[in-house]
């Protein structure tokens, strides 16, 4: 009998304890043992998924956003014990890279049925420790807006609620000198934002940043954006998918490379964020680390 951890964030944008009850219902159904816990605290995901995988649980599945499924992914980074994704916070971008289904029920029978398959993880070292993010970390203007989004407009508006934080942010938008090294190699720029990406899409299926990222090919896609005005930012998004899309070539204000160490520094201090949550100030470094983890999705 398979074993199944499912841990629920009850702040979760999409959390509903009704759906929740729903989702164990459907495991039990495919005759699969379950342990529902919920999280009181920002480690207490870490925490319970590092007593899963100790105690030999097969799956461990998290009703949460991204933020709560990296915090039980830090636990699970090297050993057998699979990661289950049920989509119920903000924005769910690692789900939607992957492929998984929306819906919690949905995700759910995925676990059931589905395959388990190696993805890459970003790893950060902080004051307080090791952090991992699995779609892309980032220090500027983009972490400046998700900083600056409030909680109600997450919970009722889901990624929607980014929306009216970035056109309040727009406006204020300004580069400034960012260095960045990838592999050894420093690079200067005026930027307003560098983003680190281990999955290409930042609005799964939608809006895709960079055209050869791949949750499983061992290298960050890093990009720079510089601009200094509301109309040099759509002009730097509209460049940046057109390169994805057309192949139309980087600009001075446009870079893309790609790498697997990356260092982020600035002048003056930039707020940082990984797979949305928000936490201190350049410098950053990232360092990938390859097939760090097994996740139940549809196989690319």
């Known amino acids: 009998m398979a074993r199944v951890l499912l841990i629920g964030n009850p702040v979760a944008a999409r959390h509903d304890p009704e759906v929740a009850a729903t989702v164990i219902r459907t495991f039990r159904a495919a005759g699969w043992q ?25 799956v461990v599945a998290v009703f949460g956003g991204d933020g709560t499924t990296m915090q039980a992914a830090a636990a699970m980074v090297g050993s057998q014990t699979v ?38 993880l970003g790893r950060i070292e902080r004051d307080d420790g090791v952090h991992y993010f699995g779609v892309a970390c980032g220090a500027g203007a983009d972490a400046r807006i998700m900083g600056n989004t409030p909680t109600e407009d997450k919970r009722r508006l889901g990624i929607g609620g980014y929306f009216g934080s970035l056109f309040r942010e727009i406006p204020r938008i300004r ?15 005026e930027a307003a934002v ?8 930042i609005i799964p299926p939608f809006v895709r940043a960079a055209r050869e990222a791949a ?15 509301p109309w040099q930012v759509a002009r730097g ?13 980087q600009t ?11 260092t982020i520094e600035t ?8 797979d949305g949550d928000v936490a201190g100030s350049t410098p950053l470094t990232a360092v990938m680390q390859p097939g760090a983890i097994r996740v139940i999705a549809p196989i690319s």
Not at 175 to 189: K, L, M, Y
Not at 215 to 229: E, Q, R, T
């Open 83 to 120: 990661l289950g994704l049920v989509p119920g916070g903000t924005g769910n971008l690692l789900a939607g890279n992957l492929r998984v289904p929306p819906g919690p029920v949905q995700a759910a029978e995925l676990i059931i049925r589905g395959q388990a398959r190696r993805i890459d």
């Open 34 to 58: 379950v342990e529902f816990r919920t999280t009181g605290g920002p480690l207490d995901a870490r925490h319970f998924a590092a007593e899963a995988v100790a105690d030999g649980v097969d």
């Open 175 to 189: 580069s400034g000198a960012f260095r960045v090294t990838i592999d050894g190699r420093p690079i200067e720029r």
């Open 267 to 274: 002048d003056r201090h930039e707020p940082v964020q990984y």
């Open 252 to 262: 001075p204000y446009l870079l893309h490379a790609r790498g697997t160490v990356v």
């Open 194 to 201: 560098c983003m680190v990406l281990n999955c290409g899409e």
């Open 237 to 249: 998004m509209v460049r940046a998918l057109a390169n994805v899309h057309l192949g139309t070539g």
């Open 215 to 229: 949750p499983d090919d061992g290298v960050f896609d890093v990009l720079l954006l510089g601009a200094d005005s």
